[in-house]
């Protein structure tokens, strides 16, 4: 019987429940920009997914910083930028102001305006560039799939509605074996850091876990 490859690369669907703005930095006749050419770089998709990786694995610092890098020592995995369908993404302008708590007007001179896409999906990829083991392969898949899963928002103004996503791995999927994958790795790093035994209590990380990677 044929054995199916094992996988080397993560595929992540992104659907966009409003509008969102990752900034340049810079702006343009006063208006805060975004970058028309590229407008949800890999370096913004592999600082959100470190961030989730941590949320989720309190306790695997050193397993996230093998998988993301650390000083020193490069990510084996190279993320790439947010790829939208043709004419899947608009730029628009969206303006701010600022109210006077005393007087309940808009204060003068307080007028933002900042750019900002809409678009209703895109794809990225997360691909392995550097030799790694099968077993370390599928370990640092289950954390970057469980990861991107765990991403909801993105880019700036979130407080304000904007940036919330349901990201999806699309292959490897994030299937029932997968997630059991990921919590035993929760459950190994978390004894690996324990300088005591744990005192004993109810087992609270399979729901933790699995509502979190799933929520949309």
């Given at each position: 019987m044929t054995t199916a490859p094992q996988p080397q690369q993560l595929v992540v669907r992104i659907e966009f429940?409003?509008?969102?703005?990752v900034g340049t930095g810079l702006t343009r006749l006063g208006v805060a920009t975004v970058d028309d050419d590229n407008p949800l770089p890999s370096a913004s998709?592999?600082?959100?997914?470190?961030?989730?990786?941590?949320r989720l694995l309190p306790d695997g610092g050193p397993l996230i910083d093998?998988?993301?890098?650390?000083?020193?020592r490069p990510s084996p995995w190279y993320w790439s930028d947010a790829v939208f369908p043709p004419d899947g993404v608009t730029r628009k302008p969206r303006a701010r102001i600022a109210i006077d708590t005393e007087l309940g007007v808009a204060q003068e001179n307080h007028l933002f305006v900042a750019d900002e896409h809409w678009a209703r999906t895109a794809e990225f990829a997360v691909t392995?560039?550097?030799?790694?083991?099968?077993?370390?392969?599928?370990?640092?898949?289950?954390?970057?799939?469980?990861?991107?899963?765990?991403?909801?928002?993105l880019g700036g103004d979130r407080r304000r509605g904007l940036g919330w996503v349901t990201c999806t791995p699309l292959a490897p999927r994030l299937d029932d074996a997968l997630l059991?994958?990921?919590?035993?790795?929760?459950?190994?790093?978390?004894?690996?850091?324990s300088a005591q035994p744990a005192p004993s209590t109810p087992r609270q990380t399979s729901p933790t876990i699995r509502q979190e990677a799933r929520r949309g």
């Open positions: 429940h409003g509008p969102f703005r998709l592999k600082g959100l997914m470190r961030a989730s990786a941590r093998r998988v993301f890098g650390a000083a020193r392995k560039a550097a030799p790694l083991s099968p077993d370390e392969t599928d370990e640092h898949l289950t954390v970057l799939a469980c990861a991107a899963a765990g991403v909801h928002s059991d994958r990921f919590e035993a790795l929760r459950a190994r790093t978390s004894a690996d850091t």
